[in-house]
T-cell receptor, first 113, second 113 residues
Framework: KQEVTQIPAALSVPEGENLVLNCSFT??????LQWFRQDPGKGLTSLLL?????REQTSGRLNASLDKSSGRSTLYIAASQPGDSATYLC????????????FGAGTQVVVTP | DAGVIQSPRHEVTEMGQEVTLRCKPI?????LFWYRQTMMRGLELLIY????????DSGMPEDRFSAKMPNASFSTLKIQPSEPRDSAVYFC???????????FGPGTRLTVL
């Protein structure tokens, strides 16, 4: 069964610390993986998309890595700020699922000043 | 660009009533997705359209749910009759051809009493 898991469900860090968010998936046959951010009461915003042929993607303070063989992706946020407080979700598009994304449950992040 | 537009933003109705949720995708996008988000089940894909044609509706929970996309700039999700277990936030998202980055609307929070 294809599953996407995010652990922990929540974490709190002091401002300035680096954030490390984990996403694991049960099937290595992925087409791509996306990381999203969701603010309370809002929709999702796509942060990074990694194709299956890529090892990592970077955007500003964000860096996402992908290891298909171990079924893991990690989102790093450098020098966290209170404005980074949100829920972060990863989503996998499997090779056999045209256009469909399967989401993890998300990690709720609080960055304390 | 106005982004994905959803209406209404909040809907409160009584069990048994018909509910219609509306979505206007980003102009030029040819894929449209309807999701439901609950605390218990997370974010679930209900149905998606490509070039106004329903491609996969396997996520639609039951016959009480129906979705249409009469043209490239408008889609509806209808629940008839509504039940309290349908209470959730319903998101619409769109993406451009040959890309997987999905752009989400702000969601409609549905409460069925």
């Amino acid at each position: 069964k294809q599953e996407v898991t995010q652990i922990p469900a929540a974490l709190s860090v002091p401002e300035g610390e680096n954030l490390v968010l984990n996403c694991s998936f049960t099937d290595s046959a992925i087409y791509n993986l996306q990381w999203f951010r969701q603010d309370p009461g809002k929709g999702l915003t796509s942060l990074l998309l990694i194709q299956s042929s890529q090892r990592e993607q970077t955007s500003g303070r964000l860096n996402a890595s992908l290891d298909k063989s171990s079924g893991r992706s990690t989102l790093y946020i450098a020098a966290s700020q209170p404005g980074d407080s949100a829920t972060y979700l990863c989503a996998v598009r499997w090779t056999d699922s045209w256009g469909k994304l399967q989401f993890g449950a998300g990690t709720q992040v609080v960055v304390t000043p | 660009d106005a982004g994905v537009i959803q209406s209404p933003r909040h809907e409160v109705t009584e069990m048994g009533q018909e509910v219609t949720l509306r979505c206007k995708p980003i102009s030029g996008h040819n894929s449209l997705f309807w999701y439901r988000q609950t605390m218990m089940r997370g974010l679930e894909l209900l149905i998606y359209f490509n070039n106004n044609v329903p491609i996969d509706d396997s996520g639609m929970p039951e016959d009480r749910f129906s979705a249409k996309m009469p043209n490239a700039s408008f889609s509806t999700l209808k629940i008839q009759p509504s039940e309290p277990r349908d209470s959730a936030v319903y998101f619409c998202a769109s993406s451009a051809e040959y890309t997987d980055t999905q752009y989400f609307g702000p969601g409609t929070r549905l409460t069925v009493l």
